[in-house]
């Protein structure tokens, strides 16, 4: 955008001759209309597949026409009354140059809606990225523990008396079969939007359902049943009872759907798609995962665990939360100065 914001002027002003530094005279310019082309192919380069982004473009393009003709009808209206001097004069300076006008009080009106549009997000973001995260929510995670090392793992943590969650398994596999109709092939499950068909997948089991995990239908049963969350099965339609086969590490197990959850994502807590029954994959390899909440004093315990434990991958969402705070704070100090600028 900035190659034909800059471009353009800067073109006619080497095509204007020298006479018109000492003498004014009237000389024709092209403007380099055709740097507007480099804008344009990067936004169709970047956004071609993506139907949202022309759907809102088109939606800008009709609202700016309906500003224009607003605010033509609204000149012509007022020029229709009597008004004093000054207010006459810049009615009749509107009207001589009407097309200018227009794109002036267009540009202003999208302009004011923008800033609108940053305020309401500059309010939003901020608020929920602070609301979301309950205060009490993980901060620390462990994954790839392997089974002979978890209990001494999980004792350090529990020796200082520091808040964690349970362990659970995981296993990396795919959704093979509902009711038999194998997901890959069956035309139904072709234009699916269930994102989790095209995938690999976390899968766990327990013995219980965690309890931040809000069964919506169904009940927790004890042998062959599988958890499935509620939008995966609204997606993919399904059913208590249903039956589905998974494949992991090339081996297909079975599971019959018992319960379906509805899971709070933004709990920062551990949360899995499926969730089995221990008879499914208890026998399965697996590693596992935990996650704990950390202050500034349990530092050393991290160093201490990234010597002991080096092929255990810890994960400290402390840094990545403050520098997402700093950003937001930067953000909103920006949009702060630059509404009461525009205010002004």
């Known amino acids: 955008m900035a190659i034909p914001a800059l471009g353009i002027p ?19 310019t092209k403007p380099a209309w055709w740097l507007v082309l480099f804008p344009l192919v990067a936004f169709v380069y970047y956004y071609l597949d993506a139907p949202m982004v022309w759907l809102v473009l088109l939606g800008l393009i009709g609202l700016f026409l ?7 009808g609204f000149i012509i209206l007022v020029g229709h009354f009597k008004w004093g001097a000054s207010m006459s004069l810049a009615i009749s300076r509107l009207k001589r140059s009407p097309k200018q006008s227009l794109m002036q009080l267009v540009a202003l009106s999208g302009s004011l809606m923008l800033i609108a549009v940053i305020w309401l997000l500059r309010a939003d973001l901020v608020g929920d990225w602070q609301e979301a995260v309950p205060d009490n929510a993980p901060n620390v995670f462990a994954i790839n523990i392997n089974s002979n090392e978890l209990d001494t793992y999980l004792s350090h943590f529990d020796l200082r ?39 690999e997948v976390n899968f766990t089991w327990g013995e219980t359902i965690p309890e931040y995990n809000k069964v919506i239908e169904g009940q927790w049963s004890d042998s062959q049943g599988v958890s499935v969350e509620q939008k995966v099965a609204r997606e993919l339609r399904l059913n208590i009872g ?12 079975k599971a019959t759907v018992n319960s379906i959850r509805e899971v709070y994502w933004q709990s920062m807590k551990p949360n899995f798609v499926f969730i089995f029954t221990p008879d499914v994959l208890k026998d399965l390899p697996a590693t596992w995962m935990m996650s704990a909440k950390l202050e500034e004093k349990d530092n050393d315990l991290l160093n201490q665990l990234s010597r002991e434990y080096p092929t255990i991958s810890l994960l400290d969402f402390r840094v990545l939360g403050s520098k997402l705070q700093a950003m937001l704070a930067q953000v909103s100090l920006s949009l702060t100065v630059l509404c009461r600028y525009c205010r002004i």
């Open 242 to 253: 249903d039956e589905l086969t998974f494949t992991i590490n090339s081996i297909q197990v």
């Open 10 to 28: 800067l073109k006619q002003l080497l095509d204007t001759p020298a006479i018109n530094v000492l003498q004014q005279t009237k000389s024709i």
């Open 66 to 72: 309906i500003l224009a003709l607003i605010s033509y």
């Open 161 to 199: 008396n520091i808040e964690r969650s349970e362990a659970f398994s995981v296993s990396r596999g795919r959704l093979s079969f509902i009711n038999g109709v194998d997901v890959y092939r069956a035309e139904e499950y072709q234009d699916n939007p269930a994102n989790i068909l095209r995938r």
